[in-house]
């Protein structure tokens, strides 16, 4: 089992940053393929980024060259810092952990970007 705690969201101007955290627990971390989703109101639960075990990263078209996403792996966290945030990238940000056929998910953290 993997516990995966987020942390970092909040409210922010359109055109300014924020980073995420995601701290897990509970298996190796290092062998886990590690995301961020998001989710808008009304709308589906999208890939935001990724990064592999090998720091392999990809990110969804409308973040790229805007969000960065990182691991520690000896923190056990997976980072997603995020810049010329824009009122679109408003939504509940999931952080994901997966190895194999097993995914786990955090319990979320808003993200509201507006003036």
């Known amino acids: 089992q993997v516990q995966l705690v987020e942390s970092g969201g909040g409210l922010v101007q359109p055109g300014g940053s924020l980073r995420l955290s995601c701290a897990a627990s509970?298996?190796?971390?290092?062998?886990?393929?590690m995301g961020w989703y998001r989710q808008a109101p009304g709308k589906q639960r999208d890939l935001v980024a990724q990064?592999?075990?090998?720091?392999?990263?990809n990110y969804a078209d409308s973040v790229k060259g805007r969000f960065t996403i990182s691991r520690d792996n000896a923190k056990n966290t997976v980072y997603l810092q995020m810049s010329s945030l824009k009122p679109e990238d408003t939504a509940v940000y999931y952080c994901?952990?997966?190895?194999?056929?097993?995914?786990?998910w955090g319990q979320g953290t808003q993200v509201t970007v507006s003036s």
């Open positions: 509970g298996s190796i971390f290092s062998l886990h393929t």
């Open positions: 994901n952990s997966r190895r194999g056929l097993r995914q786990y």
């Open positions: 990064i592999s075990t090998g720091g392999a990263t």
